[in-house]
């Protein structure tokens, strides 16, 4: 079948688009998980340094000063990443790219086996071609209202 869609996409528009739409929305969401989960490891990281930092016993010297100066870093650093993570949005952008990304690809199999609504049409090209621009415009009309928002 992947023999199938390659050959079909050398000659076919319509499949080109659809396997560069398939390959932007597999590549960003994944860039997007990624994103949210490094920056949710380091902030559990800094978040578990804290009390570890904080129940070490220091006198009152240079070392102390540091370690309250690390804590007080590390506490704003928590700050920060969570908000990186609240206005980027990356976990909730990761999960929409991935479903559009898995949609068009259930698209494309319907549309080679000639299976479901592609099966019933004198001109399957045509309803994937509009099935096709038809989910990505809705992804991105969701994503211009979500900026707009911000």
């Not at 102390?64 to 870093?73: A, C, E, K, N, T």
């Amino acid at each position: 079948m992947a023999t199938q869609a390659r050959n079909a996409s050398e000659s076919d528009p319509i499949m080109e688009r659809l396997e560069d739409q398939i390959s932007w929305y597999d590549r960003k969401s994944l860039m997007n998980q990624r994103t949210y989960k490094r920056v949710k490891v380091l902030e559990i990281f800094a978040a578990g340094a804290i009390p570890i930092l904080a129940s070490l016993r220091f006198s009152y010297s240079a070392t102390s000063v540091f370690s309250g100066i690390l804590i007080s870093i590390l506490g704003v650093l928590i700050l920060v990443l969570e908000f990186l993570l609240l206005i980027n949005k990356y976990q909730e952008t990761w999960t929409k790219y991935r479903s559009t990304c898995e949609t068009l690809k259930h698209e494309k199999f319907l549309y080679l086996a000639k299976a479901g609504p592609y099966g019933l049409v004198d001109r399957p090209e045509s309803l994937l071609a509009e099935r096709i621009e038809s989910l990505v415009s809705q992804e991105h009309a969701k994503w211009a209202s979500e900026r707009q928002q911000k």
